[in-house]
């Protein structure tokens, strides 16, 4: 229980008492620092019903709990304010009840519930991963570990695009320019391969156009003439229909791409339960439009086509049938999310990871499931976020300037060997351990990084400053970690007996106020889908740790029991930041 918990019922009954009034809600605040407090309830919303002056009913409550509440040890009133002192004692209690809970703050799924769909990555098979997709697959599994961790069965899903004139452009491409070259002859991963060939799509086309339009034709007319588009159109045309040899080169040139994605996403370090490939759901949600034209949901117009009228609720007419029966995009998900839950009939709800370019479509696609009366659409999320920019600017896929993520990621290990290299604290690593070293940093700045935002913020990326070892940055608190283990390595008796201290210092009863807020934090960033919340809360709890570390003695202290007290509080801590890093999906260092 949370001490607003434990006070609340204390304070209902203290106004009972003291005013016969019964209140149905308290509010409490954090303590301000220049007060002496632990946790502080807002008195004013009380002078609606009573009917005194605020420092008096302050006194009068105050006074009450330290009769009557055990937890309380004394308090003080600013203005309208009641700051309460909680005893050390419920401090020491509270720890002795999590210093061996190896899940503190994680919640066990309750049988029966429904789980969580959370969809993130959905690449295109026509070029690797890039800056963009980092941020996505960084905060869906984030969100996916944080859901879980706050009590919930989670599934992790992507849907690769795998289909369109997209990918013929890098099928048509390879056909002429390849001279059959494989992975395996280049040594290139598969999906950087086929990404070259989508580059050398666009530049045959742009040379075609201007051709054209040096021969007469208008811009226009050019881009649709162009012989290497109208190649790719065909090509499509004969993928829809099942040509033989256009699906083998099809099957063939995707699953280099497939292998690809496998690299960095272990690379990233995140993983999935399920995979959608829209070759196989692209004609999904063609039989729901009759249900929904049944159900009036839906209106076919003259020509055919089907819509639905938004209009009434702040949205516009949108079409979910072409004219020649051909699905849209909307039509796709439809069917995608309904297909969803017949292959996991436990889900009762989804989280779809996707930019903030996107949250039209997703406003609409969530009412119209509503409309056709689904009951798990109440439980649809849209974890929108910003783009991401590098100080060089924006990116560009069909001109090859995309910010590629293997090579973020291999240069934010390199940054991360630069800073380590100069900083000099490597004396007795193996060369292995050393590798080891700069990724497990390198990685975890780019990941803290990117986390500690809001998602709906867009992002200015810089690879130097993420990997600052000073500031509210992914090695800072691992070099925290590390620090506690060198104190762990070195406390050689045994601090493992429950602590029998009897009086705290300020700075420890802050550590454990700050260990305390750990399993609200998880429930918070799950409602709100968001790892800021997981990120800020370390970064709070490693600066407590770093006060604490400087105003006391840990293995120099005299007195035992404080002494045991302090290395079970540092391995606590250590525990909670493991723990907090890994819903972020950053591992911690045992040495720095």
């Not at 009450?64 to 937890?71: D, I, K, M, T």
């Not at 879980?148 to 795998?162: E, F, H, L, R, W």
């Not at 790719?232 to 040509?243: C, F, I, T, V």
């Amino acid at each position: 229980m949370t001490l607003s918990q434990i006070l609340t019922p204390s304070i209902e009954k203290a106004i009972q008492a003291l005013f016969d009034i019964a209140i149905d809600k308290v509010e409490f605040q954090a303590t301000r620092r220049e007060f002496e407090g632990d946790i502080t309830m807002v008195i004013f919303p009380l002078l609606k019903v009573i009917k005194s002056n605020p420092v008096e009913l302050g006194n009068k409550i105050g006074n009450y709990l330290v009769e009557n509440v055990a937890e309380v040890d004394r308090f003080n009133v600013v203005s309208g304010f009641l700051n309460i002192v909680i005893a050390d004692q419920y401090y020491l209690n509270f720890f002795n009840g999590i210093k061996d809970d190896s899940k503190y703050g994680f919640v066990t799924p309750t049988p029966g519930d429904k789980a969580i769909m959370v969809e993130y990555s959905s690449p295109n098979t026509n070029k690797p991963l890039h800056l963009g997709h980092v941020r996505n697959n960084l905060l869906g599994y984030s969100v996916a570990e944080i859901i879980k961790a706050s009590g919930k069965k989670v599934y992790k899903t992507q849907i690769i695009n795998d289909r369109g004139i997209h990918i013929c452009k890098s099928m048509l491409a390879w056909q002429k320019f390849g001279n059959g070259e494989t992975p395996a002859s280049t040594g290139l991963k598969g999906d950087k391969l086929v990404g070259n060939y989508y580059v050398a799509f666009d530049k045959a086309y742009k040379e075609e156009i201007n051709q054209l339009i040096s021969e007469g034709k208008t811009e226009e007319e050019a881009k649709k003439t162009a012989p290497i588009i109208l190649e790719a159109q065909e090509m499509l045309l004969k993928w829809e229909a099942g040509d033989e040899k256009v699906k083998a080169l099809w099957n063939m040139m995707n699953q280099w791409v497939y292998d690809g994605f496998a690299t960095t996403y272990k690379s990233m370090g995140v993983d999935f339960d399920q995979y959608y490939y829209e070759s196989n759901t692209y004609l999904l949600g063609k039989d729901v439009v009759q249900i929904g034209l049944e159900k009036g949901v839906f209106e076919k117009d003259p020509d055919g086509s089907v819509w639905i009228d938004l209009t009434e609720d702040g949205l516009d007419r949108k079409i979910v049938l072409r004219s020649d029966g051909t699905a849209v995009y909307m039509t796709q998900d439809i069917g995608t999310a309904i297909q969803r839950v017949k292959d996991f009939p436990d889900v009762g709800g989804m989280v779809y990871t996707v930019g903030n370019e996107q949250d039209y479509h997703f406003k609409v696609l969530f009412l119209i499931l509503k409309k056709l009366g689904f009951d798990w659409s109440q439980n649809l999320f849209h974890l929108s976020y910003g783009m991401v920019d590098l100080p060089s600017g924006k990116m560009k896929s069909r001109e090859g300037t995309v910010v590629d993520a293997d090579d973020l990621m291999n240069e934010m290990t390199e940054t991360a060997q630069k800073i380590s290299e100069d900083l000099g604290k490597l004396e007795g690593y193996s060369e292995e351990e050393k590798i080891n070293l700069y990724n497990t940093i390198g990685m975890g700045a780019l990941k803290y990084y990117i986390l500690k935002v809001d998602p709906k913020k867009r992002i200015l990326f810089n690879p130097e400053e993420s990997v600052d070892f000073a500031g509210n940055t992914g090695p800072f608190i691992q070099y925290t970690y590390a620090r506690i283990q060198s104190i762990l390595r070195k406390a050689n008796f045994d601090y493992s007996a429950i602590t029998e201290a009897s009086e705290l210092h300020e700075k420890e009863k802050e550590l454990l106020k700050q260990l305390e807020l750990y399993p609200e934090v998880i429930q918070n960033a799950a409602q709100n889908h968001s790892p800021a919340l997981i990120a800020n809360y370390t970064y709070d709890l490693v600066r407590e740790y770093n006060s604490f570390y400087q105003s006391v003695f840990i293995l120099g202290e005299k007195n035992v029991t404080k002494k045991i007290f302090r290395v079970q509080l540092s391995k606590k801590v250590a525990e909670t930041i493991a723990s907090a890093f890994a819903l972020l999906g950053i591992d911690v260092p045992e040495r720095m």
